[in-house]
C-alpha cells in the first residue's frame, strides 16, 4: 500500500466548492457526458481531475486501484471503475469529529462500500435478504445515528 498526501485545487466546481483541496492517495480523467451535469457527482470529477493531475490517478489503472480523500465539502463518496473518491465528512467521521455519525467504524465501513463498488461490486439485487451486506446499508444498521 502506498499512501501519499498532496496539496491541490478543485477545479471545475461552483463558487461553493472552490477551494484549496489535499489528496490522501493510495496508489487522465475523460469524464462521460452524464458525469459532467450531475452536481452530486461534482465533488467525485474535481477530485479524480485534480488527482489525475498531479499524481496520475485514473479510472481502470492496470496498476492501482485509487483510493482518494478530499477535504473538500461533501457527504458523498463514490466508487468504480478502480476508483473510490470520498469527500471532508469521511475524513472528519474517521477522526471522530464529523457532527453528528462519531464511531470512526461507520466511516472504516463506508470506504469499504465504495472500494467495493472500485473492485467491480454492484449493490445487491436482493435488498430485502441483503438489507445488512456492506455492498447495501449494513454499515448504516450498525451505525444508524443519523444516517444519511
Known amino acids: 500500500m502506498v499512501w501519499r498526501t498532496v496539496k ?25 457526458p452524464s ?7 461534482w ?5 479524480l ?11 481502470n489503472d492496470p496498476h492501482f486501484i485509487w483510493v482518494l480523500y478530499s477535504d473538500g465539502p461533501g457527504n458523498k ?3 468504480g471503475s478502480g476508483v473510490t473518491c470520498l469527500p471532508e465528512d469521511d475524513l472528519l467521521g474517521l477522526i471522530g469529529k464529523h457532527p453528528t455519525q462519531k464511531h470512526p467504524a ?7 462500500h465504495e472500494l467495493g463498488h472500485a473492485f467491480g461490486l ?4 436482493d435488498i430485502v435478504r441483503d438489507k445488512d451486506a456492506l455492498m447495501w446499508a449494513g454499515f448504516y444498521m450498525e451505525h444508524p445515528e443519523n444516517a444519511y
Do not use: K, M
Not at 471545475?12 to 490522501?24: D, I, K, V
Not at 458525469?35 to 457527482?41: G, L, T
Not at 481531475?49 to 479510472?59: D, F
Open 8 to 32: 491541490g485545487r478543485h477545479i471545475s466546481a461552483p463558487q461553493s466548492h472552490c477551494r484549496g483541496g489535499s489528496f490522501l492517495a493510495t496508489g487522465r480523467l475523460v469524464l462521460h
Open 35 to 41: 458525469q459532467r451535469s450531475n452536481r452530486d457527482d
Open 43 to 47: 465533488g467525485f470529477n474535481n477530485t
Open 49 to 59: 481531475a485534480e488527482a489525475g493531475r498531479l499524481v496520475g490517478a485514473r479510472y
Open 77 to 79: 463518496g463514490r466508487g
Open 106 to 112: 461507520r466511516w472504516v465501513y463506508g470506504l469499504g
Open 122 to 125: 454492484p449493490h445487491p439485487a
